[in-house]
């Protein structure tokens, strides 16, 4: 029983286009995050929502918009997707920023 | 803001050595320590972390760690590394727990046979 899964886990899309990345936690997390791993491996947090709340939004385009329609589920819409947005999306969540559990990750390559 | 530097981007190891990662980061407020490790085309998988009490951490896979607060550091050890230890390895801190994890630029350990 997965304790963070996403969906998808590849992605590949031509620019311009606009895609969604899904994720569920199963954990009873009150907080969940989305963090980008860009090609030299560095992990960057993106955002962070507390019970359904944006908590932190760190320095991300506008492009960029996570939605929670409830605090087990923590969805990234990106518009007008750039060569420069390929990386690794990873789902996370935790109790009270302690332990952050994973999900495995969506490749986004945009060709 | 937080910061965590890993002092070596590789570390290239014989199997059955043992081998130290090192992770110093920057705050002088309490603070809670994390090691998680990458395997290829994986997630992250907690190793182990410190958020108070004893400054010795036991974790999975024969893991440990030190919180050496004096020094800023939270270096993760194994005493005798496997060819399936490979992965990449990342030190992450938070404020005690008052912010989202930071992550070092991580460490690849190369277990060579």
């Known amino acids: 029983d997965t304790a963070v899964s996403q969906t998808p886990k590849y992605l590949v899309t031509q620019m311009g286009n606009d895609k969604s990345i899904k994720c569920e936690q199963n954990?009873?997390?009150?907080?969940m995050y989305w963090y980008k791993q860009d090609s030299k491996k560095f992990l960057k947090i993106m955002f962070s929502y507390n019970n359904k709340e944006l908590i932190i939004n760190e320095t991300v385009p506008n492009r960029f918009s996570p939605k929670s329609p409830d605090k087990a589920h923590l969805n990234l819409h990106i518009n007008s997707l750039e060569l420069g947005d390929s990386a690794v999306y990873f789902c996370a969540s935790s109790a009270e920023y302690t332990e952050a559990f994973f999900g495995q990750g969506t490749r986004l390559t945009v060709v | 803001a937080q910061s965590v530097t890993q002092l070596d981007s590789q570390v290239p190891v014989f199997e059955e050595a043992p081998v130290e990662l090192r992770c110093n980061y920057s705050s002088s407020v309490s603070v809670y320590l994390f090691w998680y490790v990458q395997y290829p085309n994986q997630g992250l998988q907690l190793l182990l972390k410190y958020l108070s009490g004893s400054t010795l951490v036991k974790g999975i896979n024969g893991f440990e760690a030190e919180f050496n607060k004096s020094q800023t550091s939270f270096h993760l050890r194994k005493p005798s590394v496997h060819i399936s230890d490979t992965a990449e390895y990342f030190c992450a801190v938070s404020d005690q727990g008052n912010t989202p994890l930071v992550f070092g630029k991580g460490t690849r350990l190369s277990v060579i046979a």
């Open positions: 954990l009873g997390h009150d907080t």
